[in-house]
């Protein structure tokens, strides 16, 4: 129900350099695995990593989910092809010429309507190390581009507020200039589960500095996280001036 390869960008490394792989993930037709938050349900998939001495990986970076599923169970996660990315730190005293194995040690859950089925697999990757600047693996490159054009980015000259308004979570987002959804079909991810209901759909309008998101807080929540970390995506994309 899930095929898994570990890839590269690269087709080669070098010592000291930063490089970055890609756990694939390929649900079959009507499966599905889960983001880091998963919902109302569901595991996020794990990986640890057996690596040579030296080396160092960063966290995951996930591509923004899909909503999955109906109410009152919508889950967060990926039915389709997938790419999950890692940098990776190399020491500055590998071998030129040696090849260096990574293994990512990954589990996950995928489910479909009637049935979920835990899932775990060794995915080994060989990598040569060259002196000369590495060349991007024409394989993989339109893979990496999709995948870090879907990972969510920090917008560090945006402003956001979060409150409890009675039953709901009301987002206040203050955007510079005139960065705006291009519509008003806004889809929210909380990165912290057990806050927004994930059944529910937000509420957006425009503000004088921004926009505004209104949603359903999760039950039995009694207050919003002094830090709240969301990803919000536009799928209009954004009208920025």
């Not at 709901?168 to 912290?192: I, W």
Request: proline share 10%.
């Amino acid at each position: 129900n899930i095929a898994a390869e570990l890839v590269s960008e690269q087709e080669t490394i070098r010592s000291g350099d930063n490089f970055t792989l890609g756990i694939r993930l390929m649900p079959s037709p009507g499966w599905h695995v889960y983001w880091q938050n998963p919902g109302d349900t569901g595991l996020p998939t794990k990986v640890e990593w057996k690596m040579p001495e030296g080396f160092r990986a960063t966290p995951l970076e996930w591509p923004h989910p899909v909503r999955l599923g109906t109410p009152p169970y919508v889950t967060y996660g990926y039915d389709r092809d997938t790419l999950l990315l890692a940098r990776i730190k190399a020491p500055h005293n590998l071998l030129e010429g040696s090849d260096v194995e990574v293994v990512a040690s990954l589990k996950w859950l995928s489910c479909r309507d009637d049935a979920c089925v835990p899932g775990k697999a060794e995915l080994p990757l060989r990598i040569r190390v060259e002196a000369t600047a590495p060349l991007r693996d024409s394989r993989w490159s339109e893979a990496f581009d999709q995948a870090r054009a879907h990972v969510p980015q920090s917008m560090v000259e945006w402003q956001a507020k979060a409150s409890l308004q009675g039953d709901r979570v009301h987002v206040e987002l203050t955007t510079p200039g005139k960065a705006r959804p291009s519509t008003t079909n806004l889809q929210l991810f909380p990165l912290v589960p057990g806050v927004i209901d994930p059944s529910a759909e937000p509420r957006v309008q425009a503000t004088d500095a921004g926009f505004a998101m209104d949603v359903a807080r999760a039950a039995g929540n009694a207050e919003v996280p002094a830090v709240l970390p969301l990803v919000v995506v536009a799928e209009g994309g954004w009208d920025v001036a």
